[in-house]
């Protein structure tokens, strides 16, 4: 790949290293949205969430439709997902294995006692 791509490449990964961003993905992934319902979706304020859109719409992973005064955003690129769901397997696997290991070096599963 060339370096140009390359970097193509690494600006998009880079836009996906913010959690709010990938928080927007998520409701985006429910269908298109308004920068209002975005905002109450992920507990944010409008301008940063319009911030954040446009980082996304820059990489090619949102696309904006101007419906009269509103903004509607949606998914432009669906591949992000496939690649979210490779990440969260990794993270879970390599959660899983630590939780394994902390079981096999004296962490037991906790027990509750029962107060009497």
């Known amino acids: 790949m060339p370096p140009e791509a390359l970097e193509l490449v690494a600006t998009r ?4 290293g913010e959690p709010i961003r990938l928080r927007i993905l998520q409701a985006l992934e429910r ?5 209002s319902a975005l905002t109450l979706a992920v507990g944010s304020t409008q301008p940063n969430v319009s911030k954040h ?3 996304l719409q820059e990489v090619g992973l949102v696309q904006r439709c ?5 903004a509607n955003y949606s998914i432009a ?6 690649l979210c769901e490779l990440v969260c397997a990794g993270v879970r ?3 899983a294995a630590q939780v394994g290991a902390m079981g096999n070096n004296g ?10």
């Open 13 to 16: 990964f880079r836009a996906l």
């Open 31 to 35: 269908g298109e949205m308004s920068v």
């Open 53 to 55: 859109l446009r980082v």
């Open 66 to 70: 101007q419906q009269g005064s509103t």
């Open 77 to 82: 690129d669906a591949t992000v997902f496939q």
């Open 93 to 95: 696997d390599r959660l």
């Open 107 to 116: 962490f037991g599963p906790i027990r509750w006692r029962k107060r009497h």
